[in-house]
């Protein structure tokens, strides 16, 4: 798996996992997760295997719905998702921060 040109979040499968169950829980489409996985062995989906999964943002989605709605750590989600550092933010968003030079 290249891990470099994964757009969305990795799943590693368990035991009883579909990927219909998957596109449940992630809120997903089925269709997006398996254009996105196409060697994917829809039958015979093993334990272990990493599978990647795409999160469409909704109309009034927050960093924190898609977070929750993911189920990822913001740390998984800048890593496989570097734009979203370079997103532009909303006009008169208060920044909150510590300055530590001082």
Avoid at 17 to 22: G, H
Avoid at 34 to 60: C, H, K, R, W
């Amino acid at each position: 798996m290249n891990f470099d040109t994964c757009n969305g979040v990795i799943h590693v499968v368990k035991r009883g996992d579909t990927l219909y169950k998957l596109s449940r829980i992630y809120k997903v489409k089925l269709s997006d997760i398996i254009s996105a996985n196409p060697y994917i062995n829809v039958y015979n989906m093993q334990p272990g295997e990493e599978d990647f999964l795409i999160y469409t943002v909704q109309d009034g989605d927050t960093f924190e719905d898609v977070l929750k709605n993911t189920g990822v750590s913001p740390d998984d989600l800048f890593k496989f998702n570097p734009d979203l550092y370079k997103m532009a933010l909303a006009a008169d968003m208060e920044i909150k921060y510590v300055d530590f030079q001082k």
